[in-house]
């Protein structure tokens, strides 16, 4: 039996594992192991390789510390004071507090740098407060899901350092330029947001009061101080992204554990409305006990540990299939087309089926490096490309059959997966609007970077 026709038999075995449930990163080891026996390649070939990804990468060193940033500041409370001064801001707007959800998902992305813990933390907290203030609960999930895929535009971005360590640029650059394409996303959304609320009348109007928003924005301040901190750390160079994520979790350990006690002398309740509180108490959060660190650190673990597997293998995939010449095929495929727009809408159009069925990591890490050298030849500017790159994957996190945002979704708010789509899909439109507002306008992910 020719070689061809066994890896077409195991491409065809792991996809139906995959469609039975079986999770991605045995899905891709299975592939990985499969085809390796069949070009050649011995198997220990394949573990020195996944080993040598984190030997060689200190980059992604930060991929776990912006994970444990999002807990801490979840735990401490900040991500809670973060989506009350969006709702302040919002309220008095048909679907504001709806808004004030994809607000709040881009404020709490630019600390934690992570889509699903975004979706599962806003979905988690606002689900609830939407349903009762009238919103369709398949609506209000797929707010969260949608709010969600901001969580690796806006910096910190920890699938922007994976791509940054891949092709190695500049991880603080990549950053910058997810700045403006990742607000216009929040921006779409809520523009989508209300015009579906405005149809459906949904949502309780609130009055805009200047002293409710000063209220919540001295609330916020300590996220604010965070979203600053790694900014201006990593934008003056003053420390790299690692650092800067090293940074942050010791701002978020020392935030939670001195806002604990103090917020216990003044007594207030975290669930008291902000209207009744007074300012004073605005200025400290809910934190945590020292006790409570170990298990935000089990959480944070547990996601990593799922992650960096599938880092590992999916670089271990991306050189089997250049040893199996996939590299030289969809490369030659891509340039065939022409020019420097069929070129880039080609390479978008992988993405976006790609994204359809794989996780951003190993779409990032199987097709970026076969993708990026292309469009460069054509002239598009790398850091640009790598913002197209991403803000397409990041479309996949709600795009049917995988979706991984609309999986988070539905667990944290119990709606079934299947009952998302109606309104997802509407999010979905918006988002490919920008994306491709995105890929016409290079201005708008090179603007802010003062060597472009």
């Not at 990468?57 to 510390?65: D, K, R, S, T, V």
């Not at 806006?154 to 910058?176: A, C, E, H, R, T």
């Not at 999986?407 to 709606?415: I, K, L, N, Q, R």
């Amino acid at each position: 039996m020719a070689d061809s026709t066994i890896i077409t038999l195991i491409s065809l075995t792991v996809t139906v594992l995959f469609m039975l449930g079986t999770p991605v990163l045995l899905v891709i080891f299975y592939w990985v192991v499969g085809c390796s026996f069949v070009i050649g390649l011995p198997l220990d070939n394949t573990g020195a390789e996944m080993l040598n990804v984190f030997n060689k990468g200190f980059a992604l060193l930060a991929m776990p510390l912006f994970i444990l940033t999002g807990d801490l500041i979840n735990k401490s409370g900040i991500a809670r004071r973060l989506s009350d001064f969006a709702y302040s801001c919002l309220g008095w707007l048909r679907g504001g507090l709806a808004m004030a959800a994809i607000g709040a998902c881009g404020l709490f992305a630019a600390i934690s740098g992570s889509n699903s813990a975004t979706t599962a933390t806003i979905g988690s907290m606002l689900h609830p407060e939407m349903v009762k203030g009238g919103y369709d609960e398949r609506f209000s999930a797929a707010t969260a899901a949608a709010g969600g895929t901001v969580g690796i535009i806006i910096p910190p971005s920890i699938i922007f350092i994976v791509y940054g360590f891949l092709m190695n640029l500049p991880i603080s650059d990549l950053f910058v330029a997810g700045i403006i394409p990742g607000t216009l996303m929040v921006v779409g959304m809520m523009v989508t947001c209300f015009i579906i609320c405005s149809i459906n009348g949904w949502g309780y109007l609130i009055k805009l009061s200047f002293e409710r928003v000063m209220k919540t924005a001295i609330g916020a301040w300590l996220g604010f101080f965070a979203i600053g901190l790694v900014l201006w750390g990593i934008y003056t160079g003053k420390f790299s992204p690692t650092e800067a994520a090293g940074v942050t979790v010791g701002f978020c350990i020392i935030v939670g554990l001195l806002s604990y006690p103090m917020n216990k002398i003044m007594g207030t309740d975290a669930d008291t409305p902000v209207a009744d509180k007074s300012v004073s108490s605005m200025f400290v959060v809910e934190g945590f006990t020292p006790f409570e660190i170990p298990s935000i650190v089990v959480r944070s673990a547990q996601i990593t540990g799922i992650l960096a597997p599938l880092i590992a293998v999916s670089v271990v995939m991306q050189q089997v299939l250049s040893a199996m010449g996939a590299q030289d095929t969809i490369g030659n495929f891509v340039t065939s087309m022409g020019g420097y727009y069929p070129v880039l809408f080609t390479a978008m159009a992988m993405v976006f089926v790609a994204g359809m069925i794989l996780e951003s990591l190993p779409v990032t890490i199987i097709l970026a490096p076969i993708l990026a050298p292309i469009t460069a030849t054509v002239g598009v500017d790398p850091i640009h490309f790598s913002v197209i790159f991403l803000v397409g994957a990041s479309i996949g996190f709600i795009t049917p059959p995988y979706g991984l945002n609309l999986y988070v979704a539905s667990g944290v708010t119990g709606v079934p997966y299947f009952r998302l789509l109606r309104y997802s899909s509407l999010y979905l439109i918006s988002l490919i609007a920008v994306w491709i507002v995105v890929a016409l306008t290079p201005e708008l992910a090179l603007w802010l970077l003062p060597n472009r």
